[in-house]
């Protein structure tokens, strides 16, 4: 009995004194920490094209921006991103007396961070030119401390021939972004004319943070050029964004691409596969949205069907799907069916419609295929 006593004993007093040497007087309260992890975005592929949810227009403390390169990659990383790009100004340096100017420094911090993180890193730049003309994104650049770094407007033409000769996606960006403060400054104006005419324009930015530039759009239709929605960041994102909200998205480019590649985002962009995605709205080419929403939207046979007692009708009942964490506003443009459908994200809703009807249109009041007209969309009910 002694022999257990002791044996016991001299279990507890290890105990005791693991315990004593592992708290060290420090109580840890990890259980309040955030914890790691991705949050996916759910969005199925469209006519066997990834959807990739990209942020091409941020900046950091290497121009203007509040935060290091390496912040804005976890924030890519738990946001569900796949593809961001740092486009730091050129000739707009306020912190040089804090932070040394090279504009490659940024992409080249985070390029490690972002390869371990599975977050396509595109390196790329923005031309910020006096408005206006305005600011130009370049994507897919070479050497950003190449390019023209001086701000006076006889030198508009040489910054965009530059990023031109490396190749690079050249979009413009928020058109509309002084439209209280220049007059005629969102317009489309004759530099941009030019550059559209060369070639040497293939996109714009139609979504700007949390502004919808409805001229964009429409100059975008008229002249095939690729539809882009981005943050254009400053500060983190969670200072802007209401991200813990349910449904609320920073500002993004869904990008239809091949595979998941620098490569395959860019053959996209030059094809203008792409919508623009704020939060419960979408942006973009009619062929475009719809396929990203026939991708996402199912309709289910009848499986119920009630006949009034009165009248004698019959009202058939469906079931509409929504396999994705888009969200789709519909209201009813002819048939008789249900006038009004909310398809959150992963979820599904009941429709019903009166019998002997092939199909009900809606219009999808969340979607912009134009800046006065929605996508409609075509339920089958047969």
């Given at each position: 009995?002694?022999?257990?006593?002791?044996?016991?004993?001299?279990?507890?007093?290890?105990?005791?004194?693991?315990?004593?040497?592992?708290?060290?007087?420090?109580?840890?309260?990890?259980?309040?920490?955030?914890?790691?992890?991705?949050?996916?975005?759910?969005?199925?592929?469209?006519?066997?094209?990834?959807?990739?949810?990209?942020?091409?227009?941020?900046?950091?403390?290497?121009?203007?921006?509040?935060?290091?390169?390496?912040?804005?990659?976890?924030?890519?990383?738990?946001?569900?991103?796949?593809?961001?790009?740092?486009?730091?100004?050129?000739?707009?340096?306020?912190?040089?007396?804090?932070?040394?100017?090279?504009?490659?420094?940024?992409?080249?911090?985070?390029?490690?961070?972002?390869?371990?993180?599975?977050?396509?890193?595109?390196k790329g730049t923005e031309v910020t030119r006096q408005t206006p003309p305005g600011h130009f994104n370049a994507l897919f650049i070479e050497d950003a401390n190449t390019l023209v770094s001086d701000n006076d407007p006889k030198m508009d033409q040489e910054a965009i021939d530059r990023v031109y000769q490396q190749k690079a996606f050249i979009f413009w960006n928020h058109p509309g972004w002084q439209v209280n403060k220049i007059p005629g400054s969102y317009e489309w104006i004759d530099f941009v004319e030019k550059q559209y005419k060369d070639k040497k324009l293939h996109g714009i930015e139609v979504v700007n943070g949390l502004g919808f530039h409805k001229k964009a759009l429409d100059w975008a239709l008229d002249r095939n050029l690729t539809i882009i929605g981005n943050t254009d960041i400053h500060n983190l994102i969670a200072n802007s964004y209401d991200?813990?909200?349910?449904?609320?998205?920073?500002?993004?480019?869904?990008?239809?691409?091949?595979?998941?590649?620098?490569?395959?985002i860019r053959e996209a962009l030059d094809a203008g596969r792409t919508v623009a995605w704020s939060s419960n709205y979408l942006f973009g080419k009619e062929e475009n949205v719809r396929?990203?929403?026939?991708?996402?939207?199912?309709?289910?046979?009848?499986?119920?069907?009630?006949?009034?007692?009165?009248?004698?009708?019959?009202?058939?009942?469906?079931?509409?799907?929504?396999?994705?964490?888009?969200y789709f506003e519909l209201e009813l443009k002819t048939g008789k069916g249900t006038k009004k459908l909310v398809l959150y994200p992963e979820s599904t809703q009941i429709l019903t419609a009166d019998a002997g009807q092939s199909v009900l249109s809606y219009d999808v009041v969340s979607t912009y295929i134009r800046s006065d007209k929605h996508l409609t969309f075509d339920i089958n009910l047969k």
């Amino acid at each position: 009995m002694k022999i257990k006593l002791t044996i016991l004993s001299a279990f507890l007093l290890s105990v005791s004194g693991l315990q004593a040497q592992t708290d060290n007087g420090v109580m840890r309260l990890e259980e309040f920490a955030y914890p790691v992890k991705r949050n996916n975005l759910n969005i199925p592929n469209v006519n066997g094209f990834q959807v990739l949810k990209c942020d091409f227009h941020m900046h950091t403390v290497f121009t203007d921006g509040h935060v290091w390169p390496n912040v804005r990659v976890q924030e890519a990383w738990r946001e569900g991103l796949d593809a961001i790009s740092f486009t730091e100004h050129m000739e707009y340096n306020p912190y040089k007396d804090d932070v040394k100017v090279d504009h490659n420094r940024s992409h080249d911090l985070a390029v490690n961070l972002a390869k371990e993180n599975n977050i396509v890193l595109v390196k790329g730049t923005e031309v910020t030119r006096q408005t206006p003309p305005g600011h130009f994104n370049a994507l897919f650049i070479e050497d950003a401390n190449t390019l023209v770094s001086d701000n006076d407007p006889k030198m508009d033409q040489e910054a965009i021939d530059r990023v031109y000769q490396q190749k690079a996606f050249i979009f413009w960006n928020h058109p509309g972004w002084q439209v209280n403060k220049i007059p005629g400054s969102y317009e489309w104006i004759d530099f941009v004319e030019k550059q559209y005419k060369d070639k040497k324009l293939h996109g714009i930015e139609v979504v700007n943070g949390l502004g919808f530039h409805k001229k964009a759009l429409d100059w975008a239709l008229d002249r095939n050029l690729t539809i882009i929605g981005n943050t254009d960041i400053h500060n983190l994102i969670a200072n802007s964004y209401d991200i813990e909200r349910e449904g609320v998205h920073r500002t993004m480019t869904l990008v239809m691409a091949k595979d998941r590649s620098a490569a395959g985002i860019r053959e996209a962009l030059d094809a203008g596969r792409t919508v623009a995605w704020s939060s419960n709205y979408l942006f973009g080419k009619e062929e475009n949205v719809r396929d990203l929403m026939n991708a996402c939207v199912s309709v289910s046979p009848a499986y119920f069907e009630k006949t009034n007692a009165k009248t004698k009708e019959v009202t058939k009942y469906y079931e509409v799907k929504n396999n994705s964490d888009l969200y789709f506003e519909l209201e009813l443009k002819t048939g008789k069916g249900t006038k009004k459908l909310v398809l959150y994200p992963e979820s599904t809703q009941i429709l019903t419609a009166d019998a002997g009807q092939s199909v009900l249109s809606y219009d999808v009041v969340s979607t912009y295929i134009r800046s006065d007209k929605h996508l409609t969309f075509d339920i089958n009910l047969k």
